[in-house]
Structure formats: C-alpha cells, structure tokens
C-alpha cells in the first residue's frame, strides 16, 4: 500500500507544475492575444496602404494641374501665333 500512494502522489505533484493548453499568454484562452495582434498589424497595414493611395493621389492631382496649365499656355500660345499669322495674310 506504501508504494501506491507514494507514485499517486508523484503523478499529482508532477501535474501542478505543467502548463494548461488552455491557459497560455498570461492566462487568456490560446490564439486570444494572437487574434488581435493580427487585427491590430491588419489595421496598420491597411492605414500604411491608404496613407499611400491618398498620396499617389494628391501627386495625380498635381500633376493634373500642372497639365492643365500647361494647356492652357498652349492654347493662348496658338491664338496667339493664329492672330499674328492672320494679320500677316491680311497686310500682303
């Protein structure tokens, strides 16, 4: 009867110290603080990706602008040139 009690009493001893499946990451169910860690780097990579975009986006903007502009020094370049061309054809 000794040696029966003596192995029962090892194999709880023994148990106390193991770790629980369940309980890991300081005592909150396992996958728990992995789920918001990757909602949390999901969030950021998504704000990184829009803060990206809406820079790609103002530069279009600029860009737009700028041909505009362009353009519009284009076409008073043409009537320009058109006026001095009539006025030309006019004197001879």
Same mark, same amino acid.
């Given at each position: 009867? /000794?040696s /029966?009690?003596t192995?029962? &009493? %090892?194999r %709880? &001893? *023994?148990? *106390?110290f $193991? *770790?629980s499946l /369940?309980?890991?990451?300081?005592?909150?169910p396992?996958g %728990?603080s #992995?789920?918001?860690? #990757? +909602? @949390?780097e999901?969030a !950021?990579?998504?704000?990184f990706v @829009?803060?990206?975009? @809406?820079?790609?986006l103002?530069?279009?903007?600029?860009s737009?602008?700028? =041909?505009?502009e362009?353009?519009q020094? /284009?076409? +008073?370049?043409?009537?320009?040139?058109? !006026? =001095?061309v009539? $006025? +030309?054809?006019v004197?001879q």
């Amino acid at each position: 009867m /000794l040696s /029966l009690r003596t192995i029962t &009493a %090892t194999r %709880t &001893a *023994t148990r *106390t110290f $193991s *770790t629980s499946l /369940l309980l890991r990451a300081g005592g909150s169910p396992s996958g %728990t603080s #992995n789920q918001a860690f #990757n +909602k @949390r780097e999901k969030a !950021a990579e998504e704000q990184f990706v @829009r803060d990206q975009e @809406r820079e790609k986006l103002k530069a279009l903007r600029k860009s737009i602008e700028a =041909s505009k502009e362009h353009l519009q020094q /284009l076409e +008073k370049d043409h009537q320009a040139l058109e !006026a =001095s061309v009539e $006025s +030309k054809t006019v004197k001879q």
